[in-house]
């Protein structure tokens, strides 16, 4: 079954920039888009990167998108770190019959 | 105004039944891909099934034969019909419409599975 790993935890200074990544477990992450959802304490999902590298309207700039298909990873990088960029974040992506699939989440402080 | 709010969550004891709804306005149900994903309690998010605009479905194998999704159009209501729930399936189910524009995602609503 394919699986997606992130970091549990990962921490940094307002300000900074931060990376998340999310490696696959088999095949290549390129395969199918990455997806990368923000979840703030108490609340719902919400989306920051879609396709890989896309930002849906109202999302800032500061959040961007990668994928590196030599190592089957997808990373997510967070910069000029905010406050309220604390919160848990989620790669999804898609199994070979479409399925999805989330990674176990990271749960980003800022310090 | 996309906006996605669920009901039908609540207490509920093991092998029963439980219908969530999941109310849309903004868009049309019947034209979209729709999903369900739960996320038990300090746990992660898990995918529970989706609902193709053509109208295949597919399940995670944890809810398959037990759980059911569905539509209203004329309501613009997407269902999730959970059968024999398990206290394993005690979460927060979330609806959420996938477009090309991204994930939007409802608040959710809680089941809890417990006697």
């Known amino acids: 079954n394919f699986m997606l790993t992130q970091p549990h935890s990962v921490s940094e200074s307002p300000g900074k920039t931060v990376t998340i990544s999310c490696t696959g477990s088999?095949?290549?992450?390129?395969?199918?888009?990455v997806q990368w959802y923000q979840q703030r304490p108490g609340g719902a999902p919400t989306t920051v990167i879609y396709e890989d590298n896309q930002r849906p309207s109202g999302v800032p700039d500061r959040f961007s998108g990668s994928i590196d298909s030599s190592s089957s990873s997808a990373s997510l990088s967070i910069s000029g770190l905010k406050p309220e960029d604390e919160a848990d974040y989620y790669c999804?992506?898609?199994?070979?019959?479409?399925?999805?699939?989330f990674g176990g989440g990271t749960k980003l402080t800022v310090l | 105004e996309v906006q996605l709010v669920e009901s039908g969550g609540g207490l509920v004891q093991p092998g029963g039944s439980l219908r969530l709804s999941c109310a849309a306005s903004?868009?049309?149900?019947?034209?979209?891909?729709m999903t369900w994903v739960r996320q038990a309690p300090g746990k992660g998010l898990e995918w529970v099934s989706f609902l193709y605009s053509g109208g295949s479905a597919d399940y995670a194998d944890s809810v398959k034969g037990r759980f059911t999704i569905a539509r209203d159009n004329s309501k613009n209501t997407l269902y999730l019909q959970m059968n024999s729930l398990r206290a394993e399936d005690t979460a927060v189910y979330y609806c959420a419409r996938k477009t090309t524009g991204g994930v939007y995602w409802g608040q959710g609503t809680l089941v809890t599975v417990s006697s």
């Open positions: 999804q992506s898609y199994d070979s019959n479409n399925r999805w699939v």
């Open positions: 088999s095949g290549s992450i390129a395969s199918n888009y």
């Open positions: 903004g868009f049309t149900v019947s034209s979209s891909y």
